[in-house]
C-alpha cells in the first residue's frame, strides 16, 4: 500500500504542474531529443525515454539538467518548437531533488524484504527529511501566528516561508540566476510552495 501511495501522489503532483504545461513540456522536449541523431551522436549519450511511470520520468528530468550546457546550445542553433521556456528549466531544477529523494525511497518499498512496518518507516523518513529540508511546518508550530500572512505559502493544515521558498529555489537554480531574477514573483513562489507541502504531506 505504501508504494502505491507514493506512485499516486508523485504521479498525481507531476501532472497537476505549473497548470499541467510542466508534463507536456517535458515529454514534448524529450520526444525532440530523441530524434536528434546528430545531437546524441556528439553527445555519446541520449535522452531517457520518457513512460507512464514517474520514476523513469524523474530520471529523464535529470539527464536534462545534467546536459542542459549542450541541449541549450541545441536550442539557440536550432529552434526547435519544443524547446523549453526559461521558466521551465527553473521548475525542472526546483523539483529535481524531491524526485531523486522519492526514487531512492520508492526503489526501496519494492525490496520484498521490507514488511508493513519497515515500509511505513521509509515513508515516515522520507517526510521527516523533505519536510526538514523545505522547512515546511505544521499550523500549530507556534511561530505560525508570528508571522504576516502575506509572508506565508500555505496549503491546507500546512506551511512555508516566503523567504524560505526564495532560498530554497535560489539553492536550486544557481546555474540559471538571472533567468530566475527575471522570472520570479511572489505568485511563482506561492505556487512552487505549494508543490512542495502537496508532495511531502500528501505521502
Partial sequence: MSLIRVDLVVKSITKELDNEQFYKV????????RAQANLITDMKSKCPKDTTRWLAFGNMLEWMLDNRVRLLAHVRSKRPVQA??????????????????CNIVMTALQSPLLDIAQQRTEIRNLILNLGDNFDIMTATDASYTDLAPGTLVVEDHFWM??????ELIEDQVSFCFVILISWFSSIHTGIMGSQYICIVFGL
Fill in 26 to 33: 517535458t515529454h514534448a522536449f524529450s520526444v525532440h531529443l
Fill in 84 to 101: 523549453p521556456s526559461d521558466s521551465w528549466w527553473v521548475i525542472a531544477a526546483i523539483v529535481s531533488p524531491i524526485y531523486k529523494a
Fill in 161 to 166: 516561508n516566503s523567504a524560505a521558498v526564495r
